[in-house]
């Protein structure tokens, strides 16, 4: 897999998965930077999800039910010393089918994360993925 967009701190942001996790993993792990997985199929509402990312992420203190931390948190991340990141959100069809508003504001925080990382020369990644053929409503992620 060519993945030397996974670099480009200019292209990161929030992304639809759409090539195979584990080469893309493999990619962003030789170039230096941190994958995470978080598995969020059992996020019912945003603590629960706030509560699966916080703990993925390794958040210093926990974030309890607060968009404004999370999105802090993520701006910071220097307990996370790497090239960059990238956040592979696994199984986000029942969170963000079924809690639109939420999984608006989160990915939006997310997205506001990279854009702060974009300054900084590193990329931060949201990968999006679901079942196949399963559309979460944001683009692709770059192929080039």
């Known amino acids: 897999m060519n993945a030397e967009w996974i670099k480009d701190a200019a292209k990161a942001g929030v992304f639809q998965l759409s090539a195979d996790a584990r080469e893309l993993a493999r990619a962003a792990a030789a170039a230096g930077m941190m994958v995470i997985y978080v598995d969020i199929h059992h996020a019912h509402d945003k603590e629960d999800f706030l509560d699966e990312v916080s703990r993925a992420l390794r958040f210093p203190d926990k974030l309890s039910a607060d968009w404004s931390a999370f999105a802090g948190g993520l701006?910071?991340?220097?307990?996370?010393?790497?090239?960059?990141?990238?956040?592979?959100?696994?199984?986000?069809?029942?969170?963000?089918?079924?809690?639109?508003?939420?999984?608006?504001?989160?990915?939006?925080?997310?997205?506001?994360?990279?854009?702060?990382?974009?300054?900084?020369?590193?990329?931060?990644?949201?990968?999006?993925?679901?079942?196949?053929?399963?559309?979460?409503?944001?683009?692709?992620?770059?192929?080039?």
Request: proline residues 6%.
């Open 75 to 144: 701006k910071d991340l220097s307990w996370l010393s790497a090239k960059g990141w990238v956040v592979i959100l696994e199984k986000c069809k029942h969170f963000c089918g079924g809690h639109g508003h939420e999984a608006t504001e989160a990915l939006d925080a997310m997205d506001a994360a990279a854009e702060h990382w974009r300054g900084q020369g590193k990329p931060f990644w949201t990968l999006i993925g679901g079942p196949e053929g399963w559309k979460s409503g944001w683009p692709d992620m770059p192929s080039t």
